[in-house]
């Protein structure tokens, strides 16, 4: 069974710092590639950065520049470094899994950027 746990949320002020962490019960290397998303109360799940297996990144016009995403070298734990947090970044961030057509989800981990 395909597991994945979330930690690191919190609240931060604007213009702070976070890191979120995601590990899995798998390898990082059992996936075509890894994520988080982001929903904000009303809104849509919505991607913010991808990691793939062959190393490439993908991010979230919106993230761009100041949220970096990465694995540890043992490869089980992706992480999301945030930085200059602004209040519409408040969400609960999900991570994300995508292997043999099947997206597989965290339970999540709320962040919230107060003014």
């Known amino acids: 069974q395909v597991q994945l746990v979330e930690s690191g949320g919190g609240l931060v002020q604007a213009g702070g710092s976070l890191r979120l962490s995601c590990t899995t019960s798998?390898?990082?290397?059992?996936?075509?590639?890894m994520g988080w998303y982001r929903q904000a109360p009303g809104k849509q799940r919505e991607l913010v950065a991808q990691?793939?297996?062959?190393?490439?990144?993908n991010y979230a016009d919106s993230v761009k520049g100041r949220f970096t995403i990465s694995r540890d070298t043992i490869g089980s734990t992706i992480f999301l470094q945030m930085s200059s947090l602004k209040l519409e970044d408040t969400a609960v961030y999900y991570c994300?899994?995508?292997?043999?057509?099947?997206?597989?989800w965290g339970q999540g981990t709320q962040v919230t950027v107060s003014s």
């Open positions: 994300n899994g995508y292997y043999s057509l099947r997206d597989y």
């Open positions: 798998r390898s990082f290397f059992y996936f075509t590639h």
């Open positions: 990691i793939f297996s062959g190393g490439s990144l």
